[in-house]
């Protein structure tokens, strides 16, 4: 007796989450960006990732220094005034990192991994012109299977903001 009301219960629990999530599929609403509304997601690829976004000369200057680090579903947004040869060191960090540079075409040009705090006061750059960057945990762009030629979805980027 107990077992079927508990199938019950979980029949009634499952077949309108089954029912939600295809809906919500059909309506190409990722449920990671359904759960978390407010939260910036990009995507790289399939991939959704929250980020944090830096914009002002301040915001890109400090990066994620003094922190001390990163869930494993975010990453920290850098959007450059323009495409450049853009600079990234690791000064006052603590934490490794994987940096994932993105051009205008908002495709992924070229990944540094495993980025060391250690590695202060070397300056990493990525190969072709970047207007983004992302950083993420050490060994994020490997667990995913991020890499050169993934196109990039970006969240609605504020407006007025960009630094010129």
Same mark, same amino acid.
């Given at each position: 007796?107990?077992?079927? =009301?508990?199938?019950?219960? +979980?029949?009634?629990?499952?077949?309108?989450?089954?029912? +939600?999530?295809?809906?919500?599929?059909?309506?190409?609403?990722?449920?990671? /960006?359904?759960?978390?509304?407010?939260?910036?997601?990009?995507?790289?690829?399939?991939?959704?990732? *929250?980020?944090?976004?830096?914009?002002?000369?301040?915001?890109?200057? =400090?990066?994620?220094?003094?922190?001390?680090?990163?869930?494993?579903?975010?990453? +920290?947004?850098? &959007? +450059?005034?323009?495409?450049?040869?853009?600079?990234?060191?690791? =000064?006052?960090? *603590?934490?490794?990192? /994987?940096? &994932?540079?993105?051009?205008? /075409?908002?495709?992924?040009?070229?990944?540094?991994?495993?980025?060391?705090?250690?590695?202060?006061?070397?300056?990493? *750059?990525?190969?072709? $012109?970047? *207007?983004?960057?992302?950083?993420?945990?050490?060994?994020?762009?490997?667990?995913?299977?991020?890499? $050169?030629?993934?196109?990039?979805?970006?969240?609605?980027?504020?407006?007025?903001?960009?630094? =010129?």
């Amino acid at each position: 007796m107990l077992a079927n =009301k508990l199938q019950i219960i +979980f029949l009634i629990i499952l077949i309108p989450s089954g029912m +939600f999530y295809l809906y919500m599929q059909q309506q190409d609403v990722p449920m990671f /960006d359904f759960f978390l509304p407010g939260t910036p997601v990009m995507h790289i690829g399939d991939i959704p990732l *929250r980020v944090e976004m830096a914009i002002t000369g301040e915001e890109l200057a =400090k990066g994620l220094s003094g922190r001390n680090e990163l869930s494993n579903v975010e990453g +920290f947004l850098l &959007i +450059f005034p323009e495409a450049d040869y853009h600079s990234i060191w690791m =000064k006052e960090m *603590r934490f490794p990192i /994987d940096i &994932i540079w993105i051009d205008d /075409d908002l495709m992924v040009i070229s990944i540094e991994k495993n980025v060391s705090p250690d590695s202060y006061p070397r300056i990493f *750059r990525p190969k072709k $012109p970047a *207007r983004y960057a992302v950083e993420t945990n050490t060994q994020y762009s490997d667990i995913v299977g991020i890499r $050169p030629g993934q196109i990039v979805t970006l969240p609605i980027l504020p407006k007025g903001n960009l630094e =010129k």
